[in-house]
């Protein structure tokens, strides 16, 4: 899928291997001084401000409204959609663009029916959640993605659930009671796992293993594990390496390839997060 013009390209190391984009990515973007349409795209995009406060004007369904952008706060376009601004001074926007399946699938597994399945367009928005994941897609973007695509999917459906909690008026919709994954099925994703724990996982693909859709497989996961699928992943990563460190025959660079770490300082963060040690300790045991 191509990206609107104003857009640049993601980091290489979102698109490595080439094939879709995911299910979620974020780019900070410059707003520019004057009147300003956003881009059409064909995700569903939220610009988070950053920065000082910008006084700004915007089209609404019943003409022009005025307000003030501050750090922080989010507007929606949903796809297909643009929103007119008209900014006072130049400012930045993070951008988070959410792919529309997901979301589909996420309002099915919460029981909300195809019509809840969109967003609706919404302006200077602030919510607690929705700014951790998008400060989380942020530090995972400057760091060049050291949790890869596993740990932004878990992101992307996070941060599905709160937008359609958001705008749903529904009480009993968090309220829903998660079955665990089946035994067997949940055997069949441990076993992939640990046969690819060198490889940069993904959500689609372990949910594809346990013939699930994503939004239904991830909390099913948990229900059946205790703790979310990218750390289940994290934790099987950093054992591997505990193990290959012990037996001192391959460099730290090497085991962090080989346990599917993004790279070596990467390894060293999860081990010392775990196990409280460096891998030079680890390994000196």
């Not at 992101?155 to 067997?184: D, F, I």
């Not at 346990?259 to 409280?276: K, Y």
Request: charged residues 20%.
């Amino acid at each position: 899928m191509s990206r609107p013009d104003c857009y640049p390209s993601p980091p290489s190391a979102v698109l490595a291997g080439g094939g879709p984009l995911p299910l979620l990515d974020t780019l900070t973007s410059p707003v520019p001084l004057g009147l300003f349409d956003s881009p059409v795209d064909h995700r569903h995009v939220l610009c988070l401000h950053l920065g000082e406060p910008v006084p700004v004007s915007w089209r609404a369904a019943h003409g022009e409204r005025t307000g003030t952008r501050i750090h922080g706060q989010f507007c929606v376009v949903p796809t297909g959609s643009s929103t007119r601004w008209t900014l006072s001074r130049p400012a930045r926007s993070l951008l988070l663009r959410l792919s529309p399946s997901l979301l589909s699938e996420t309002a099915d597994s919460m029981g909300m029916g195809a019509q809840n399945a969109s967003l609706a367009p919404s302006i200077h928005i602030r919510d607690p959640q929705v700014e951790r994941i998008g400060w989380m897609m942020q530090a995972e973007d400057h760091d060049d993605y050291p949790g890869g695509r596993l740990f932004v999917d878990s992101l992307a459906t996070a941060l599905a659930v709160r937008l359609l909690a958001l705008q749903s008026r529904h009480a009993s919709v968090g309220s829903k009671t998660v079955r665990a994954l089946p035994a067997w099925r949940l055997r069949q994703v441990i076993e992939y796992i640990e046969s690819n724990l060198d490889q940069d996982l993904t959500l689609v693909e372990l949910a594809r293993i346990a013939d699930f859709s994503v939004s239904h497989f991830k909390p099913m996961f948990k229900q059946a594990t205790g703790v979310p699928v990218h750390r289940f992943v994290m934790e099987r990563r950093v054992e591997r390496a505990r193990i290959l460190l012990l037996e001192g025959r391959q460099s730290i660079t090497d085991i962090a390839l080989e346990t599917g770490f993004a790279h070596p300082s990467h390894m060293a963060r999860c081990i010392r997060r775990l196990l409280g040690k460096s891998p030079s300790e680890v390994a000196a045991r």
